[in-house]
């Protein structure tokens, strides 16, 4: 089976570092064609993960995104989801015909405020059944160092999610399958929020104890999200169980890791740093500060109780000073 990965930042490198280890060779695009030529000259990502070296041989790396989606059967798509459209503007409407697609995006498109599959369905024609997540508890910087992580595949087609999901298999990453794509791509959306929301508090030097006390009102808003969106995802499961890593697992460790590009930009603002500034000094993309946008949005339809993610986006996007918006998050937690 041939493999390809679309995008080249810390999650992207991670990830060609799991394919490649597992004896994959992989077809890679990277848009900076100086990248390409450092990575070919010095065996590694010069701007991400830079610890990891890759065996040249495993790799075609190119800046014609086309060429990776003809050569390729698995396209792993992993650019921030504000770069899609961008990323895949080149494509043809027929380019991914009877390919498989894995989305690594842990976002909502926010040009048009969509999840990536219903984004390719509508512009490709790309169906639920060819269309897979890879989400998880899994920061790129523990897999550079090769420590046991785990990752969910989700899909319809659940035989061939276990297909997929056995070459990314390695002795330092698990993976697990479940059914539930759309629920957990917007559990992925709403961790960020809430990992956000955490490092606000943890700026705004409140404690061990409440952010305990957040993050499991967190979690408890989250499933309450999620259950309301089931009626309107045919693709999902009653049954579903919230506490799982994909779910829980992922809000915990992107609340509390220092690894949390999402929390250390939320620790900027509750320090008094702007929006703006956060970014610059980040140089990261945060998912979460779009994704507040978003899911306020998606919300108008889903008409969950979300009132920790509300108060997030009115501190980011509404001037709302984060010290006056936890002072409200203080009175409706439990």
Same mark, same amino acid.
């Given at each position: 089976?041939?493999?390809g990965?679309?995008?080249?930042?810390?999650w992207a490198?991670?990830?060609?570092?799991?394919?490649t280890?597992?004896?994959?060779?992989?077809?890679?695009?990277?848009? &900076?064609?100086?990248?390409?030529?450092?990575?070919?000259r010095?065996? %590694?990502?010069? %701007?991400?993960?830079?610890?990891?070296?890759? *065996?040249?041989?495993?790799?075609?790396l190119? &800046?014609d995104?086309? /060429?990776v989606?003809?050569?390729? *059967?698995i396209?792993v $798509?992993?650019v921030?989801s504000?770069?899609?459209?961008?990323?895949l503007?080149? !494509?043809? =409407?027929?380019?991914?015909?009877?390919k498989?697609?894995?989305?690594a995006i842990k976002? $909502? !498109?926010p040009?048009? &405020? /969509?999840? !990536?599959n219903?984004y +390719?369905?509508?512009?490709?024609?790309?169906?639920?059944?060819?269309?897979?997540?890879?989400?998880?508890p899994?920061?790129?910087?523990?897999?550079a160092?090769?420590?046991?992580?785990? @990752?969910?595949?989700s899909?319809v087609?659940?035989? *061939?999610?276990?297909?997929i999901?056995r070459?990314?298999q390695?002795e330092?990453?698990?993976t697990?399958?479940?059914h539930?794509v759309?629920?957990?791509?917007?559990?992925?959306?709403?961790?960020?929020?809430?990992?956000?929301?955490?490092?606000?508090?943890?700026? +705004?030097?409140?404690? *061990?104890?409440?952010?305990?006390?957040?993050?499991a009102?967190?979690?408890n808003e989250?499933?309450?999200f999620?259950?309301?969106?089931?009626?309107? &995802?045919?693709?999902?499961?009653?049954e579903?169980?919230?506490?799982?890593?994909?779910y @829980?697992?992922? +809000?915990?460790?992107?609340?509390?890791?220092?690894?949390?590009?999402n929390?250390?930009?939320g620790?900027m603002?509750?320090k008094?740093?702007?929006?703006k500034?956060?970014?610059?000094?980040?140089n990261?993309?945060?998912?979460?500060?779009?994704?507040? =946008?978003?899911?306020?949005?998606t919300?108008?339809?889903v @008409?969950?109780e979300i009132?920790?993610?509300?108060?997030?986006?009115?501190? !980011?996007?509404?001037h709302?000073?984060?010290?006056?918006g936890?002072k409200? $998050?203080?009175?409706?937690l439990?």
């Amino acid at each position: 089976m041939r493999i390809g990965i679309i995008g080249s930042g810390s999650w992207a490198t991670a990830l060609a570092k799991i394919l490649t280890d597992n004896g994959n060779t992989i077809n890679w695009w990277i848009r &900076n064609t100086d990248t390409i030529e450092l990575m070919k000259r010095k065996k %590694h990502n010069p %701007h991400y993960l830079s610890a990891v070296y890759f *065996d040249p041989s495993q790799l075609l790396l190119t &800046n014609d995104i086309k /060429e990776v989606v003809n050569k390729s *059967d698995i396209l792993v $798509i992993a650019v921030p989801s504000a770069f899609v459209l961008a990323a895949l503007s080149a !494509l043809p =409407k027929n380019a991914f015909d009877g390919k498989q697609i894995v989305s690594a995006i842990k976002g $909502i !498109l926010p040009d048009t &405020n /969509e999840l !990536l599959n219903e984004y +390719l369905l509508k512009e490709y024609n790309v169906p639920i059944e060819n269309y897979f997540s890879v989400l998880g508890p899994c920061h790129a910087e523990e897999v550079a160092a090769e420590k046991l992580s785990y @990752l969910t595949f989700s899909g319809v087609n659940e035989s *061939d999610a276990y297909k997929i999901a056995r070459y990314f298999q390695t002795e330092y990453l698990n993976t697990v399958v479940n059914h539930d794509v759309r629920g957990v791509q917007y559990a992925a959306v709403l961790k960020n929020i809430y990992a956000l929301g955490a490092g606000i508090a943890h700026g +705004l030097d409140y404690g *061990d104890n409440f952010l305990s006390v957040y993050i499991a009102n967190s979690a408890n808003e989250m499933t309450t999200f999620l259950k309301c969106l089931l009626p309107a &995802n045919k693709m999902g499961n009653p049954e579903i169980n919230y506490n799982a890593s994909v779910y @829980l697992g992922d +809000l915990l460790v992107t609340c509390y890791s220092l690894y949390s590009r999402n929390r250390t930009f939320g620790n900027m603002i509750g320090k008094g740093y702007s929006v703006k500034a956060a970014q610059l000094e980040l140089n990261m993309v945060a998912e979460g500060y779009n994704a507040s =946008k978003c899911i306020v949005k998606t919300n108008e339809i889903v @008409l969950a109780e979300i009132p920790i993610a509300l108060t997030v986006f009115q501190i !980011l996007w509404e001037h709302l000073p984060a010290s006056e918006g936890f002072k409200k $998050i203080e009175k409706f937690l439990y």
